[in-house]
């Protein structure tokens, strides 16, 4: 992530859900990327929309082809561009891990640098 003196991220995770309804869950690139943007899977308290992204780093763990993450998440960065500052051109790193975390088959990380973090120093 560039900008190494910003020392403040936010942590998202996905897929969050309690164990005895995995199996009711189908997981996909899309889901693991909507929950990861999502503020209820931030690990602060902190609304992603209230700031602008400056930079993110999201780490898909499991059998995930690497097209369809480059798909959503260039997706996501069209959807969702008043999100990111337009001054950092591909702002968004992915990498894929072949082998899933114990007890689900396909997970994904972010480690996100945004301005909205500003908002728990406020309090």
């Known amino acids: 992530i560039p900008f190494p003196r910003l020392r403040f991220f936010l942590i998202g995770y996905a897929p969050l859900f309690a164990k005895n309804t995995q199996s009711y869950k189908s997981l996909t690139?899309?889901?693991l990327t909507n929950q990861m943007f999502d503020s209820r899977n931030m690990?602060?308290?902190?609304?992603?929309?209230?700031?602008?992204?400056?930079?993110?780093?999201?780490?898909?763990?499991g059998k995930v082809p690497t097209k369809e993450v480059d798909d959503h998440m260039h997706k996501v960065q069209q959807k969702n561009s008043d999100m990111f500052v337009d001054w950092i051109p591909n702002n968004i790193k992915t990498s894929v891990c072949n082998?899933?975390?114990?007890?689900?088959?396909?997970?994904?990380?972010?480690?996100g640098n945004s301005t909205s973090i500003q908002e728990l120093f406020k309090r």
């Open 43 to 61: 690990m602060a308290a902190s609304n992603p929309r209230a700031g602008r992204y400056l930079t993110a780093s999201v780490i898909f763990r």
């Open 29 to 31: 690139v899309q889901e």
């Open 99 to 111: 082998i899933p975390i114990e007890g689900t088959p396909m997970s994904a990380t972010f480690i």
